[in-house]
């Protein structure tokens, strides 16, 4: 592993600014020149996966309810785990919208699977929830 970091923050949708600016110093930090050109993708995924941890797993918890967020950089890939309390949740009972269909929200598991190389789900047996998210170098 060449680098990886963790931030903590508050249940509450204002804090995507600041977990935004953290993954672009953790980025920009890292001089990897494949981390530029997945970083939109990369960055858009971590911000519906933090706003799903806030706006379903944490609906009913308090704001000062803790969400971790971790960053782990190896040569060949970066993977993002947001951890949060809320209940279990099974992405397999989802139904993916129709094309042309206009609903709100159910779109936000979907489009995290076409931005990255592999999201994932688990619950562990403390009640912690973890959606991983793992992005690869684009080939040239």
Known sequence: ??????????????????????FDGF???SKLPWLESVFDQVNLA?????????RHAHSHLPTDTP???DLLLWQEKLEVQIW????????SQLTEPKPGTLKEGG???FLM????DNVDYERNDLGRNC???VKCPTPS
């Open 67 to 69: 969400i971790e967020i």
């Open 84 to 91: 949060d309390m809320g209940g279990p949740f099974d992405p």
């Open 46 to 54: 971590l911000a519906e996966g933090f706003t799903n941890a806030v």
């Open 107 to 109: 779109y936000g598991w």
């Open 113 to 116: 699977r076409r931005l990255a």
């Open 27 to 29: 980025c920009a930090a």
């Open 131 to 133: 959606l991983r998210i």
């Open 1 to 22: 592993m060449l680098k990886q970091d963790q931030l903590i923050v508050q249940s509450k949708l204002e804090d995507l600014t600041q977990v935004q600016q953290w």
